[in-house]
């Protein structure tokens, strides 16, 4: 149940990630000036797109990321939790997945995405730690 409320943060905060990517005005820069020229400006890779809409198109793809894991996991945890705690590649990519996030969080986010990472993380963490101490003792016996 741990895993699957980390997982359910990360659902949570992507959906909510990707509204606001396309919904208002929250992810907009404060001075309408800059999204102006954002809107104007071509990168350096390319002229096929501006920074406005890699903007737009990394937020959107960042969101789904984090619901796809939250999907993913929350449904392992749920519904095939011997998949996801018998498969050590799960649990690690899932680990990294989560820590990857924190980092980001920590670097470029402010206080709530951080916030709601680090919750999803010491979830995730003690979900993963929990099973696997109870595996332990089980053998013990």
């Not at 980390?6 to 990517?21: I, R, S």
């Not at 954002?38 to 990394?58: A, D, Q």
């Not at 937020?59 to 945890?77: E, V």
């Not at 990294?96 to 919750?119: D, E, H, K, M, N």
Request: net charge positive.
């Amino acid at each position: 149940m741990l895993v699957a409320a980390g997982a359910a943060v990360f659902l949570v905060l992507g959906t909510l990630h990707l509204v606001l990517t396309f919904r208002g005005r929250a992810l907009h820069p404060r001075d309408a000036a800059l999204k102006a020229r954002l809107e104007e400006v071509p990168l350096v890779i390319t002229t096929e797109t501006t920074m406005w809409k890699t903007w737009i198109g990394f937020n959107a793809s960042h969101s789904l990321g984090a619901m796809l894991f939250g999907l993913c996991y929350g449904y392992l945890a749920l519904i095939e939790p011997h998949v996801l705690f018998a498969s050590p590649f799960l649990a690690l990519v899932g680990a990294a997945f989560v820590a990857t996030f924190c980092w980001l969080g920590w670097r470029y986010w402010f206080s709530v995405p951080r916030r709601g990472i680090a919750l999803a993380a010491l979830l995730y963490g003690a979900g993963l730690a929990t099973h696997y101490v109870q595996s332990l003792r089980g053998f013990d016996q």
